[in-house]
């Protein structure tokens, strides 16, 4: 049994924040680090105890690179636009996403259950089951509490063990299941308790990545992720004890082409519907070159940039 699973209140360290992505056409939630995760519930709770101080209405996470905003529950990038990379991208790493405060948690891969349910399993808990579970004398395998909806079932087990009984995947949120998985284990609390020291270390370097031609027909964010991964391999080949020193090296990608009009508008409307593809990636690539040798347009160039 949990020690925390009689605890009217879970605690700081056991509540774990995390952030939607999808990869590889895959769905699923990515958890912040301990620090990140604990002073993001520290502002929660602080802000839903009737504190209203300014400073928890953002909360700098993933490296300080992102900032989630506690009223929208969006974790929205810091240096660079937080919209898709690109209209040939269907990748959203480095986008806004939407963030999660998670209590309840499936045990066969640790994801939060749907909010919403996780609510009610939460009331059912405090209400019902822990008065049960405290009063639990010897061996028993019938549940001392149970929990009836239309597609599921919340069975509370004497020895602290707890079952979602489901046939759909619609509790768990974003998450496929497969299998056809009737059954599920799931846990207040998340499998690894977050810890202040769980964070990457300080930014004691930055590398700015400016872009050339084609940023609107590709996104520097994501070249400047690659050279961000492929940069972290190097050094954990052939400096593996850099990360002991205490000191990171950021990437960041300078986009100061999204931001210019020019004249994108004129364009269009002299592009031709046909072979249009063609039309559009010479105009959101080559043309951008007519672009930086014009005197007409070098002004808002540096202006942005």
């Known amino acids: 049994m949990s ?11 056991a509540v774990r924040w995390l952030y939607f992505r999808r990869s590889g056409g895959v769905s699923t939630w990515k958890p912040f680090c301990g620090y990140d995760s604990i002073r993001l519930e520290t502002a929660y709770r602080e802000r839903y105890n009737g504190s209203t101080d300014p400073v ?20 929205i990038p810091i240096y660079w636009f937080g919209k898709k990379r690109s209209v040939h991208s269907r990748r959203k790493t480095w986008c806004s996403t939407r963030v999660v405060r998670a209590v ?9 259950l749907d909010t919403k349910l996780s609510e009610v399993i939460e009331y059912e808990h405090r209400t ?4 049960k579970l405290k009063g639990v004398t010897g061996k028993s395998h019938k549940p001392v509490h149970k929990y009836q909806s239309n597609n599921y ?9 707890i079952y979602l009984v489901t046939k ?4 768990f949120g974003k998450v496929r299941l497969h299998g056809g998985l009737s059954s599920v284990p799931i846990s207040r609390g998340f499998n690894r308790p977050a810890e202040t020291s769980d964070r990457p270390p300080p930014i004691t370097h930055v590398c700015f990545v400016v872009h050339g031609i084609g940023q609107q027909l590709a996104s520097i964010r994501h070249e ?3 050279i961000r991964k492929t940069c972290q391999k190097v050094a954990e080949k052939l400096y593996p004890k850099l990360s002991e020193t205490g000191q990171r090296l950021e990437f960041i990608p300078v986009n100061w082409r999204s931001s210019l009009s020019l004249n994108s508008k004129t364009l269009d409307n002299v592009t031709i519907a046909q072979l249009r593809p063609l039309r559009d990636y010479i105009n959101q690539s080559f043309v951008d070159i007519l672009y930086y040798t014009s005197p007409v347009y070098r002004h808002d160039i540096m202006q942005s940039l």
């Open 224 to 226: 400047c992720a690659k």
């Open 3 to 13: 020690i925390f699973l009689l605890d009217d209140e879970v605690p700081i360290e």
């Open 104 to 112: 309840w948690f499936q045990k066969i891969n640790w994801l939060p």
């Open 56 to 75: 928890f209405d953002k909360i700098t996470v993933r490296g300080e690179m992102f900032e989630v905003d506690m009223e929208s529950c969006q974790c």
């Open 168 to 171: 759909s995947a619609e509790p």
């Open 153 to 161: 079932e919340i069975k509370w087990m004497p020895d602290g063990t």
């Open 128 to 131: 019902y089951a822990i008065p």
